[in-house]
């Protein structure tokens, strides 16, 4: 079992609508989940930090965090083209410790006009 | 600018020539890291860094030495490159190794190993 497990897609959704993206991890004890965006050929960046259970909306992005089903979401509505990206999903704080970031292989998002 | 800076951008050698990919961080960053990127496998940690002089192995250290001597500098060596040493590594750094650190990537570096 991976430790951190996305569904590589492609996840095509049609411009304006809500695009759903999920990760699941396997460390019971991890503390901080983050989704980074990645665009082809460029270096990954942070979108949205999440530590708590429930959920945390920024602009047009919500992550949601489920511990007890060691699951965590991203949820982009009045999706863009400009959101055709990977997206991935990072894990710390568990049995590797806070130095410890593990990531997913990512989901690629196309987001069609 | 705040940044990570990694070089070269491309790089293309042969099996068994040593080599040294750079990076450097402007923010005064504690931690630093390296990862690779693979198709299929996503991106793995290679070694990362507490701070200077400190140093530990990631989950494919094998083949990579790594060196903190200076805060800003962490750079990347293969000693030995071999073929299966061809991906798209990227140096990524924070602030220090805590619960909400957000990492900052430099570039990448795409290397070839012939």
């Known amino acids: 079992q991976k430790e951190v497990e996305q569904n590589s897609g492609p996840l095509s959704v049609p411009e304006g609508a809500i695009a759903s993206l999920n990760c699941t991890y396997s460390?019971?004890?991890?503390?901080?989940f983050f989704w980074y965006r990645q665009y082809s050929g460029k270096s990954p960046e942070l979108i949205m930090s999440?530590?708590?259970?429930g959920d945390k909306e920024d602009g047009r992005f919500t992550a949601q965090l489920n511990k007890a089903s060691q699951y965590v979401s991203l949820l982009i509505r009045d999706s863009q083209p400009s959101d055709s990206a990977t997206y991935l999903c990072?894990?710390?704080?568990?049995?590797?410790?806070?130095?410890?970031?593990?990531f997913g292989t990512g989901t690629k998002l196309q987001v069609i006009p | 600018e705040a940044q990570v800076t990694q070089n070269p951008r491309y790089l293309i050698t042969v099996t068994g020539k040593k080599l040294t990919v750079t990076c450097s961080q402007n923010?005064?960053?504690?931690?630093m890291s390296w990862y690779r990127q693979d198709p299929g496998l996503g991106l793995r940690q290679i070694y990362y860094s507490m701070n200077v002089e400190a140093t530990d192995k990631g989950d494919v250290p094998e083949g990579y030495k790594v060196s903190r001597k200076e805060k800003r500098n962490f750079p990347l060596i293969l000693e030995s490159p071999s073929p299966n040493q061809t991906s798209l590594y990227f140096c990524a750094s924070s602030l220090g190794a805590g619960y909400n650190e957000k990492l900052f990537f430099g570039s990448g570096t795409q290397l070839s190993v012939l």
């Open positions: 999440i530590y708590s259970n």
């Open positions: 990072a894990v710390n704080g568990g049995s590797g410790g806070y130095q410890k970031v593990t």
């Open positions: 460390d019971r004890g991890s503390q901080s």
């Open positions: 923010m005064n960053h504690e931690y």
